[in-house]
């Protein structure tokens, strides 16, 4: 829709359009072919107008918009995606499955020349790779909107190959909560370690009760880093899993009672002082000095024993 007056940003690039005006009267079709704008302006506040409206046909121009070469439009357009809700998420779920879905969204190769998208501290992609920028921004939406039909797709793209799709979706799946755990403890066997880590990393940040039992199995695993992730994860967890971790201070398993004793030294709990104590005669030396500092810190924050005097200046 074409305007006889709008403020000098929203002027620039031949076609003036009234941002304000198109919103007030609520003219969907004038704001899409806003985002089309030369200005980059006109192109954010457009996107930004048509998630007050909830219009389902608003969804593909916005999803296009998360290509725009300014962050500003991308982040007013995911905004508006959020706020669309359910109607965005079968599209969105077809980014986040399919790369190629995304070339739906793309203007012609002659139209797009050798264009550049630029993000934060001035990262660039090529035309070619906005696809994967279009998939990152779909998992991040994915979170905000938290429809469950999401969370098993979500969980796939943990296998992605795009590293920014990976990161995205295990944000995501964080905020689902308790409904992401089952599926989520079922990566904890997955083949690859670079997936269990992610996992455990994901299961520890929905703070949900629930994960405690599938991250304490992840303590008997394999590899250093995933084990290492699991108890990142059970600290970040806190006071919700001490009875779990004073029980797993028990288990046959070396590695198990080593990780479990540096967890209950990082909570600080002080119910886990005689499972750390007797964790001390431990044969292994290593669990010993874990258990040994755990209790130190456990004490010193109760104030049962005073801290080490520091070493003193010289001048």
Avoid at 29 to 49: H, K, P, V
């Amino acid at each position: 829709m074409q305007q006889e007056s709008g403020s000098p940003e929203e002027q620039q690039g031949g076609k003036r359009f009234n941002i304000d005006l198109l919103r007030a009267e609520e003219d969907v079709d004038g704001l899409i072919e806003a985002l089309d704008s030369a200005d980059g302006l006109t192109r954010q506040r457009a996107a930004l107008a048509l998630g007050d409206f909830g219009e389902a046909r608003a969804t593909e121009p916005l999803i296009r918009a998360l290509g725009d070469p300014l962050t500003a439009v991308r982040e007013a357009a995911a905004d508006s995606l959020t706020l669309l809700g359910g109607a965005a998420v079968g599209p969105l779920v077809e980014l986040v499955e399919r790369p190629e879905a995304s070339e739906h969204y793309e203007e012609s190769a002659a139209a797009r020349g050798t264009a550049t998208v630029t993000g934060p501290g001035g990262r660039t992609w090529e035309v070619e790779t906005r696809r994967d920028l279009r998939r990152a921004y779909a998992a991040a939406i994915l979170g905000e909107i938290a429809d469950p039909s999401a969370v098993e797709p979500l969980v796939r793209a943990l296998h992605d190959e795009n590293d920014d799709l990976r990161c995205q979706a295990s944000g995501a799946l964080a905020k689902f909560g308790r409904r992401a755990v089952e599926p989520l403890a079922e990566l904890l066997a997955d083949p690859d370690p670079d997936v269990r880590i992610v996992a455990a990393g994901v299961l520890g940040d929905t703070g949900e009760a629930s994960a405690a039992e599938p991250l304490i199995g992840a303590l008997h695993d394999k590899n250093d880093d995933v084990r290492g992730a699991a108890a990142g994860a059970l600290i970040r967890m806190g006071d919700t899993v001490v009875d779990r971790l004073i029980d797993a201070t028990k288990e046959s398993d070396r590695n198990v009672r080593l990780y479990a004793a540096g967890a209950l030294k990082y909570i600080g709990d002080p119910r886990a002082i005689d499972a750390l104590r007797a964790l001390a005669l431990d044969e292994d030396a290593d669990v010993r000095s874990v258990a040994e500092d755990a209790i130190d810190k456990i004490q010193m924050i109760r104030g049962e024993m005073p801290a080490e005097p520091s070493p003193p200046t010289s001048r």
